[in-house]
Nanobody, 122 residues
Framework: QVQLVESGGGSVQAGASLRLSCTVSGTIFSLTWFRQVPGKEREGVASIYTAVDRMMYADSVKDRFTISWNEAERSAYLQMDLLKPEDTAMYYC??????????????????WGQGTQVTVSS
């Protein structure tokens, strides 16, 4: 089966950067970073279709976050710049093995990483 292992979270000041990584075993069609704050719905942050390097972003992070895929490393990365307190959340990488449809729907993903906490203070 597909397995995802993520890392790179931490606690930083507003305006700083973090780089999350998600190492993938198995074959996937796409990978998406989600985030969740307690009491709120899980939110799609950024997604990539690995075969064609097509990237999608939530409006709230379009100008600040960059998702990438390194085939040789079998890893996805989320470069997060100009972090804001509202970016504070548990971040998860998720993968699916087919093009189901909309990329931001958590229920369409079968494989999930363990999560990594990102905390941004003002």
């Amino acid at each position: 089966q597909v397995q995802l292992v993520e890392s790179g979270g931490g606690s930083v000041q507003a305006g700083a950067s973090l780089r999350l990584s998600c190492t993938v075993s198995g074959t996937i069609f796409s990978l998406t970073w989600f985030r969740q704050v307690p009491g709120k719905e899980r939110e799609g942050v950024a997604s990539i279709y690995t075969a064609v390097d097509r990237m999608m972003y939530a409006d709230s992070v379009k100008d600040r976050f960059t998702i990438s895929w390194n085939e040789a490393e079998r890893s996805a990365y989320l470069q997060m710049d100009l972090l804001k307190p509202e970016d504070t959340a548990m971040y998860y990488c998720a993968a699916r093995t087919a093009n189901i449809g909309i990329w931001w729907a958590p229920a369409t993903y079968d494989y999930w990483g363990q999560g990594t906490q990102v905390t941004v203070s003002s």
